[in-house]
């Protein structure tokens, strides 16, 4: 089954816009969610749990279908994002009100949870940092047996102990195939360690959706020298010129064999840089 299925998702902003947005993660994998600042992340992941009114398009979340059956599947999600309810607000008040939303609230794992973060209930919203109000809002989520995580730059503010158990804890979830995760993120170092399937979005419009293994097989970067760019030119997603040659990105299958030109593994970030450069070419 798949834990998420987004079908033609469409949404217009004055200047934006996302286009036909589609694509689904199988039930107990995590995605990751990448793209440059403003190509709309936020915006997919607020359409599709109806924060913001789409302009079309179908959503069905652990089989069910977000416009018929909204507030089962809000029981059965978890949805952390860096926006912040109630500054003035202690950590213990804005639990108390948010679990009497969910029958199966379990105090055993939040209060596991708050000191597994060093959380103290008493402290205001306000007097915590920013990586502390991740902590709390994926304590949240993580307390009532969420089927679906969905989660907007969790680990944005994070140091990088925290950002580290944070992915072991990611994928201890997973691990027995019910809870599945939809992770939004620029640090792609992460879904390097612990991202099954990724999601890429530029400018709206979905690029790729496929498993991590699948996006780095299909891409290969590129190294030669000016005088042999030639040979490939037509067909490279984009290039960049140094001092030392060009370097670039190609799908594997338009790779030539040259001794002249070198080929090396991408990372998921080279991939984002040279789609990017690839826009800023046209
Ligand atoms: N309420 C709004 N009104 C008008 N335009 C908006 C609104 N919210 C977002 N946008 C625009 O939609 C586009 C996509 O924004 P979005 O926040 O979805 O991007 P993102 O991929 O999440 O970016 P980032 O990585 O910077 O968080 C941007 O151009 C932004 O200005």
Not at 182 to 194: E, Q
Request: charged share 30%.
């Amino acid at each position: 089954m798949n834990a998420l299925e987004i079908k033609s998702l469409n949404k217009s902003y004055e200047g934006f816009s996302l286009k036909d947005v589609s694509f689904e993660i199988p039930q107990g994998y995590i995605m990751g969610f990448v793209g440059e600042n403003g190509a709309g992340k936020t915006t997919t992941i607020k359409a599709m749990l109806n924060i913001i009114s789409k302009n079309g398009g179908n959503v069905k979340i652990l089989g069910k279908d977000m416009d018929l059956e909204e507030l089962d599947i809000k029981r059965e999600i978890g949805y952390v994002s860096g926006e912040y309810f109630y500054p003035k607000k202690k950590i213990s008040e804005i639990t108390k009100v948010y679990k009497r939303f969910f029958d199966n609230w379990d105090e055993t794992i939040y209060n596991k949870f708050l000191n597994d973060f060093n959380l103290n209930e008493n402290k205001r919203i306000d007097e915590l940092s920013k990586g502390m109000k991740m902590k709390f809002a994926l304590s949240l989520a993580l307390s009532h047996h969420a089927k679906l995580l969905i989660l907007d730059e969790p680990t944005s503010g994070m140091d990088p102990v925290a950002r580290d158990n944070l992915l072991e804890l990611f994928q201890e979830l997973v691990e027995d195939g019910e809870i599945s995760i939809l992770y939004s993120t620029h640090i792609t170092s992460d879904l390097d360690k612990c991202a099954d399937y990724i999601t890429f979005i530029q400018e709206g419009r979905i690029i790729e959706s496929c498993s991590k293994e699948d996006l780095l097989k299909k891409y290969q970067l590129f190294n030669t020298s000016r005088d042999y760019l030639y040979k490939i030119k037509e067909n490279v997603i984009s290039y960049k010129e140094n001092a030392f040659g060009v370097n670039g990105l190609i799908r594997k299958e338009d790779i030539i064999n040259n001794p002249n030109i070198e080929y090396a593994r991408p990372k998921i970030d080279d991939v984002i840089i040279y789609f990017s450069e690839k826009r800023g070419n046209e």
